[in-house]
């Protein structure tokens, strides 16, 4: 038994809330430089509105940003709540997901799927975007090392790998095809929506690669976030998140249509598709 294994479930949970402490300040990187096209290992993090380099001591997660009383330590510029409430929750989705899983193989890998799920729905929420580097990126890592996880625990590979696929085709696929009828129907009824198609554009033709990956309402971010989600939660977690995700995205709507007052103002699904997931993960029992 190793060391990690021998720790009591509220110790393990510490260390992977901590550890969750640290990537949430990692997670603040990407989520401001990745939509930017900048390198999230280069340069060392900057005050946005002073360009001052941060030190070392001022970058502690949490307690720097107390300690600094949510200010730069050089101009003096607020710094956004968002920075300490990223940290906060990752910590705690992570040492959530420790104490539900103990020290088992899942256990890091569902924390890699909160990480990755945090940033895609902060990057959404801001920007209306889900850089391919985490949901494609996420896809391609989950179909090599879910089948390996699987393997080493007794199942055969090509099974494992085969549940893997058809639950990231299962989940792309399922939200690739409400997008696409939806857009095909809003075609018929020539309805026309905000940036779909544009001003004086006619609707994309099916000789055209946006009549098949371009609809209104239904980003094909979210279909990619989608197939990734299901090549780590198998054909049923596809299922679960999608029942979860909707219910989500109906609150998350009443809530923007009430802050902007507006119906009819278009937001990100892809925070509403990660609560979905995160409880399907966490969850003691199957949803359906």
Do not use: Q
């Not at 998140?241 to 109906?250: E, K, Q």
Request: positive net charge; contains cysteine.
């Amino acid at each position: 038994m190793s060391s990690i294994e021998a720790l009591a479930p509220g110790w393990l949970a510490a260390l992977a809330g901590t550890v969750g402490l640290f990537a949430g300040s990692f997670l603040n990187v990407v989520i401001h430089r990745l939509p930017r096209g900048e390198s999230v290992v280069a340069p060392r993090s900057r005050c946005p509105a002073c360009g001052r380099m941060i030190r070392a001591w001022e970058n502690i997660p949490v307690l720097s940003f107390l300690a600094l009383r949510g200010r730069c330590a050089g101009c003096g510029a607020s710094i956004s709540w968002r920075y300490p409430v990223v940290e906060i929750l990752t910590a705690v989705l992570f040492g959530a997901i420790a104490w539900r899983y103990g020290a088992a193989a899942e256990t890091p890998l569902y924390c890699a799927l909160a990480a990755a799920l945090v940033a895609a729905a902060a990057i959404d929420f801001d920007h209306r975007i889900i850089p391919d580097e985490i949901s494609l990126g996420g896809l391609a890592v989950a179909l090599v090392v879910v089948p390996l996880l699987a393997w080493r625990s007794g199942d055969p590979l090509a099974d494992a790998f085969a549940r893997s696929a058809a639950g990231a085709l299962l989940g792309g696929g399922a939200l690739w095809l409400v997008g696409f009828v939806h857009a095909r129907v809003s075609v018929a009824m020539k309805r026309r929506f905000e940036h779909w198609p544009g001003a004086d554009e006619a609707p994309p033709r099916p000789r055209s690669l946006d009549y098949w990956i371009w609809f209104p309402g239904v980003g094909f971010g979210d279909v990619k976030l989608l197939a990734m989600i299901g090549a780590v939660l198998g054909p049923l977690g596809v299922f679960e998140t999608i029942l979860v995700a909707s219910l989500a995205g109906l609150a998350f709507g009443l809530v923007w249509a009430a802050a902007v007052r507006r119906l009819d103002s278009p937001f990100g699904f892809a925070p509403a598709i990660a609560c979905g997931a995160l409880l399907v993960v966490l969850m003691p029992f199957p949803l359906i």
